[in-house]
């Protein structure tokens, strides 16, 4: 192996992993950026109109990229957003990646946001909240946030009492109809 010219890379990994650390977390929630090939799946911040890819430092080199690929799991939060006029639901979106996602990595997770917004906004499969709930019971350490744009007051009653009644029958395993 040839050594290296990088200072970073000389230091430590001591000093390395706190560097890391440093670098690969978020002062806001990242969002989850699902692609056609899972492999090109991406956690990204949304700046002026765009998604940016937030783990740069991967690109470097190979021994970054060991280093880094996926830390910034590790230290920021993601968020999962819904689109009802694509029908990714957030759940789904969040258990598609769960799915490719390395076992080693899931338990790096700390902070997860499913957010279901849009006007008329489609119910998530009872099948994707139980698979969530699931999640959650294995990795207690984990905080999950479930978000639904429907489910508020502001709305028409009867929107708010059947999302509160459809969310309640699926985690509790009752069949919703």
């Known amino acids: ?14 000093l390395r992993n706190r560097i890391y650390r440093y670098t690969l977390t978020s002062d806001r929630p990242l969002t989850f950026v699902e692609s056609i090939r899972p492999e090109k799946d991406r956690l990204a911040f949304f700046i002026h109109g765009t998604f940016v890819e937030f783990n740069q430092s991967k690109y470097v080199c190979r021994q970054l990229y060991t280093e880094t690929a996926g830390l910034e799991l590790k230290y920021s939060p993601i968020t999962f957003f819904g689109n009802s006029q694509l029908t990714r639901l ?6 598609n990646f769960l799915s490719t996602c390395a076992t080693s990595k899931v338990s790096w997770l700390s902070d997860i946001i499913l957010c279901a917004y849009g006007t008329k906004y489609n119910f998530e499969s009872a099948q994707n909240l139980l698979l969530v709930a699931e999640f959650c019971r294995l990795h207690p350490h984990v905080r999950v946030e479930y978000i639904d744009g429907q489910f508020n007051m502001h709305g028409a009653p009867d929107t708010f009492i059947d999302r509160g009644a459809y969310l ?3 985690i509790r395993r009752t069949d919703p109809g």
């Not at 192996?1 to 001591?14: A, C, D, F, I, V």
């Not at 957030?90 to 258990?95: D, S």
């Open 168 to 170: 309640a029958m699926a």
């Open 90 to 95: 957030p759940a789904r979106l969040f258990n």
């Open 1 to 14: 192996m040839k050594p290296s010219y990088s200072r970073l890379l000389r230091l430590p990994g001591e």
